[in-house]
């Protein structure tokens, strides 16, 4: 089975230009959750998928940030325009959909670096 | 609010010493509690978890005890080895599809 991947690893742009980061979750998965690590502070969560529908987008940290699940399988996060506080790594992560009594792992992407300069 | 705080890093160990990392949290409810760990390259793996009070979750060597009165959820493993060199994350949640609570991430380095 594929494991959640991230495209691209690594993206290096200037301020002000756009970036758009993909993500595709294990087949069958309808939770998709994006987060973000800022440079050596915790993981934060952005939002969170249920399908093509966002079910949780309080983590999102402005309105430059759009992210979309079209057809509830790959996602995208498009960052428009990029500032230099945008940089961190960003983590995809997807999980069954369950019942309410116990704890789905999330499976995480290798991550994006972003680096705006 | 929800939070988790971990021991600062980074920690370098000689192979075969003895490895805690701690991490202590605070929570609006009663959460469940979990060890990622991303290795050079790789995406977070999950390590190993507890839902309740007293539970105690291992994998791989390590083992955390879920503590409810002390609110902590310290990583332990008796003999680490070069190949455990990786950051740890812990993380708390409350219920299915619900987001997850990072620390900030511990760096070991073990040393041959």
């Known amino acids: 089975e594929a494991g959640v991947t991230q495209f691209p690893s690594h993206s290096v742009i200037e301020k002000g230009q756009t970036v758009t980061l993909r993500c595709d979750p294990i087949?069958?998965?309808?939770?998709l959750y994006w987060y973000r690590r800022v440079m050596g502070k915790e993981i934060k969560f952005l939002l969170h998928?249920?399908?093509?529908?966002?079910?949780?987008e309080s983590g999102m940290p402005n309105n430059r940030f759009l992210a979309e699940r079209t057809g509830g399988t790959y996602s995208t996060l498009k960052v428009q325009p990029a500032e230099l506080e945008d940089s961190g790594v960003y983590f995809c992560?997807?999980?069954?959909?369950?019942?309410?009594?116990?704890?789905?792992?999330?499976?995480f992407g290798p991550g994006t670096r972003l680096t705006v300069l | 609010g929800n939070s988790v705080t971990q021991m600062e890093g980074p920690v370098t160990l000689s192979e075969e010493a003895f490895l805690t990392i701690n991490c202590t949290y605070t929570?609006?409810?009663?959460?469940?509690l979990f060890w990622y760990v991303q290795y050079p390259g790789e995406g977070l793996q999950l390590l190993l978890k507890?839902?309740?009070?007293?539970d105690k979750g291992s994998n791989k060597g390590f083992e955390a005890t879920y503590r409810k009165e002390t609110t902590s959820f310290h990583l332990e493993k008796g003999s680490v080895q070069v190949s455990d060199s990786a950051v740890y994350f812990c993380?708390?949640?409350?219920?299915?599809?619900?987001?997850?609570?990072f620390g900030t991430g511990t760096s070991l380095t073990v040393i041959p």
């Open positions: 992560a997807s999980s069954h959909t369950s019942g309410v009594r116990w704890v789905n792992e999330q499976f």
């Open positions: 087949s069958g998965h309808d939770n």
């Open positions: 998928f249920v399908k093509e529908s966002k079910q949780d």
């Open positions: 929570a609006t409810g009663y959460p469940s």
């Open positions: 507890a839902t309740k009070a007293d």
């Open positions: 993380a708390l949640t409350f219920n299915t599809g619900n987001q997850f609570y």
